[in-house]
């Protein structure tokens, strides 16, 4: 698939060349096509050759990129074919990418096949703290449903009847005599306290 400029500036004669393959996959049962390798040509020679990498599609689709570049910060889908090429003095970026190479139909791109891939970074990091957040969640309601109830009880009750022998001056502190008909008698103090229950 060539594309003629005609004469650009000092540029004579400029043509960019895509050199398209198609190919037949079983595991997929149909053909796809693949950009090869694009050329620049000016002055009637070849002056850079650039290999393309990762751009193909079925080929009864068109292939479609937001950039198709040799540049890093574009991903690089273009690499210059050899160290001693010129194709190291030249940055190429198309903008808005698209190409079919067959089963053109009245003159339109058939339904396009984006470069965008599915687990871009962006994509990968939501899908990760979706994840920590869910986890985050699942974590709380398994909290929730195994909290016990705080149901308080509380119950005075009586000091035991038992209590320790004591010596005869601490007998005196806890003894309160007893007037009655001559005989003298006497009554332990009960010390009440409380328990509660949780």
Request: proline share 3%; with cysteine; net charge negative.
């Amino acid at each position: 698939l060539s594309l003629k400029f005609g004469d650009i500036g000092n540029l004579k004669g400029l043509v960019i060349r895509f050199l398209l393959t198609t190919s037949y996959y079983q595991l997929s049962v149909q053909n796809w096509f693949s950009l090869h390798r694009l050329q620049l040509l000016y002055n009637h020679s070849i002056q850079a050759t650039f290999n393309a990498t990762r751009i193909y599609a079925p080929a009864s689709y068109s292939y479609h990129c937001e950039h198709v570049s040799s540049l890093q910060r574009y991903d690089a889908l273009l690499i210059p074919s050899s160290a001693n090429d010129l194709s190291k003095l030249w940055e190429v970026t198309f903008i808005d990418f698209q190409i079919q190479g067959f089963n053109i139909q009245e003159g339109h791109f058939a339904y396009a096949k984006d470069c965008a891939s599915f687990f871009s970074p962006a994509i990968l990091m939501g899908l990760v703290m979706s994840l920590i957040l869910l986890l985050v969640l699942a974590y709380a309601l398994h909290m929730l449903i195994h909290l016990k109830s705080l149901d308080r009880h509380y119950e005075c009750k009586a000091s035991p009847a038992y209590f320790a022998q004591m010596k005869d001056n601490d007998v005196g502190e806890e003894k309160e005599p007893l007037r009655s008909s001559g005989n003298e008698s006497y009554e332990l103090r009960n010390q009440e306290f409380c328990k509660i229950y949780i």
